[in-house]
DNA sequence: CCTCAAAATTAAGGTAAATGTAAGCTTAAG
DNA sequence: CTTAAGCTTACATTTACCTTAATTTTGAGG
């Protein structure tokens, strides 16, 4: 079945370009409302940018990267100790390019100048939608939780518990991850292996249960009754009784 | 202000792949799994294509343009005749990009071989968004609902009552989830055992009746004397009561 | 490049929970 | 009353999962 969300209207979302070029601005401007992007604003500096940034507070921005009066990077670093808003990089092709995969863009994407019009709408309705949906960004925080006396930290992939500190390995700390994320939550075998291995699975049945089995023995007391993470049989696994710290 | 929208789950967005190159095939499929599109079927021929897209009903299609029987824009006008399902082309670069610009292709879509997986992904989203609107959520969230002092959630396969908790087993999880889907209405045995096991339905009628028995014992106060989960002499039964959360 | 230990995978036998079956029973409709 | 549809229970079977151990792969250090 759907589910029934609340989103804002494409055209209740407001933009902002920031460019030094009216023309660019004027045509950018022009492709935007023609998609139905109905409140559009632009800068053609940094300054500009950031006082319509302060009134307006836009849900997304098209920005250039080089700026007479500074760097498109800089003003971004600004906007995002404000909000999570999403950013379109604009950048003359070759030139930038570099620079822009070079950084860790996180949710963001960039567009090379020339570009074709629906190239522009189509990005930046992909950029848009991971900011209105509730999925989680890129965190860089990893969680630190509890299952009873366990304590388990996912930044380092450790286990404290009364027995002393283990390490997990890359899959057990995969699975457990995944099983982390949907905690209470059923997870099928299909989800697991697509996150611990990538590729559809062929063989992995077993494989599968091996690394729970030895993931059990790390974060469960007694592992061949186990208490935290449990099989749905036919349906996949759970986590259950995970506090977060 | 903002709108509601209904819109169907990622996962439950159904793809049809029409190629000749399995190796092509298997890509394609590949990175539409890692994007969340559970669902994805392929045909290697337009009788193939056909035959699918009357059973599976797709919510989008990436077709080949040539195809070892046939030409992949005759095949698109036979999808349209039955529904407006978005076509996202695939085609062989400058081979048929010409004809492909030519075309008036409406809401579609094409992309030339060889391509970067992101720009598949881009471009399928964009043509999956006109028919879904702003698509793309990563996450499945399956209901959860309340049946008097009951309460169902279907994310976890958990039955919360008075009693305490229980968790559902994979047949009596599609059953419920069928009934709660047509909530309200009647679903006749042969719906539920399709749901539950599949296509094929032989002897079943006892069977369901056993599951139906062992649900009830979950979801009802009183299972011989149902009160949510209703039998229709001779047509099937319904579910009654629901209240979402 | 080789060595060795840790990690991952494979294989095979075992088990219990989930499922299937059957037979007698109950209820509703005509 | 008769009949057919559905209910219930106990029991048989199956299959999904568990477990252990052997084998292969990986990767760090020499």
Chains 1, 2 share one sequence.
């Not at 030094?20 to 935007?32: A, G, H, K, S």
């Not at 699975?175 to 996150?195: F, M, S, W």
């Not at 062929?202 to 993931?215: A, F, P």
């Not at 059990?216 to 007391?221: D, L, M, N, S």
């Amino acid at each position: 079945m759907g589910m029934v969300i609340t989103m804002k209207d494409i055209f209740d979302c407001k933009l902002l370009i920031v460019d030094d070029e009216p023309e660019l601005r004027r045509m950018v401007n022009e492709i935007l409302r023609r998609e139905g992007f109905m409140k559009v604003f632009s800068a053609a500096d940094c300054k500009q940018a950031r006082r319509l940034m302060a009134s307006e507070k836009p849900d997304g921005v098209i920005l250039d990267v080089s700026l007479p009066d500074g760097d498109g990077f800089a003003l971004m670093r600004d906007f995002r100790t404000e909000s999570a808003v999403p950013v379109l990089f604009l950048s003359a092709r070759d030139e930038d390019e570099n620079r822009l995969l070079g950084l860790g863009l996180g949710a963001d994407d960039y567009i090379t100048k020339p570009f074709l019009p629906r190239e522009l709408t189509l990005r930046l309705r992909a950029v848009l939608s991971r900011t209105y949906f509730p999925v989680i960004l890129k965190q860089t925080e990893k969680p630190v939780f509890r299952l009873g006396e366990i304590e388990i930290d996912l930044n380092s992939g450790s286990v404290t518990s009364h027995k002393g500190q283990l390490t997990l390995t890359a899959k057990e700390f995969a699975l457990l991850e995944k099983l982390y994320e949907n905690r209470g939550n059923i997870v099928t075998g299909d989800r697991l292996c697509q996150a611990a291995w990538g590729d559809d699975l062929y063989g992995y049945e077993n494989t599968l249960m091996v690394h729970i089995r030895r993931l059990r023995e790390k974060i469960e007391p007694e592992p061949s009754a186990p208490r935290y993470l449990l099989t749905v049989r036919g349906l996949g696994y759970k986590l259950t009784g995970a506090d977060v710290i």
